[in-house]
């Protein structure tokens, strides 16, 4: 369900975003992620018991204790974490279980598609987001194109 029509649809449709795992530390990916979201119009939720706030949002320490709807989960958890991560986002009504980069689990896969979430397994929000909608345009460059080689000088 990576396919770019589906997640231009989950980011476009989407407006609240529950962060799992998101860490308090400006340095961690999850921090960073989540800081670009919120200052892109999304609501973050943050989910992590080690907190009482983070971003300036309550934080909560497990998606049965949020009190309000949850568009998509994001997964900024190890691999195993994934399944019973997926089982609260379905109880919680969620519509779509975003698995971040790194994080591939097939029986939560699995479990949230049959129970008709929206799964996206191993990729970034935040990138997609930029990729997707025009966010890649730091410092006046927006190829759009994502790459880590070097483009080929033509003489």
């Not at 998606?63 to 900024?76: G, T």
């Not at 935040?126 to 790459?147: C, H, M």
């Amino acid at each position: 369900m990576s396919d770019i029509n589906t997640l231009r649809r989950v980011l476009r449709e989407s407006k609240t975003i529950a962060v799992v795992g998101l860490s308090a530390d400006w340095f961690r990916p999850s921090y960073f992620a989540a800081k670009y979201m919120q200052e892109h119009g999304y609501k973050v939720i943050p989910v992590n018991p080690k907190y009482p706030e983070i971003l300036g949002e309550k934080c909560y320490p497990d998606l049965a204790s949020i009190p309000e709807p949850v568009d998509i989960v994001d997964v900024f958890r190890k691999p195993a974490d994934a399944l019973p991560i997926a089982e609260q986002a379905i109880a919680i009504g969620a519509k779509t279980l975003w698995l971040q980069i790194g994080v591939i689990n097939e029986a939560a896969r699995t479990k949230a598609e049959d129970a008709g979430l929206t799964v996206v397994m191993d990729r970034c929000v935040k990138i997609e987001y930029a990729r997707l909608f025009g966010g890649l345009n730091w410092f006046g460059v927006n190829t759009k194109v994502i790459s880590a080689r070097r483009p080929l000088c033509l003489p």
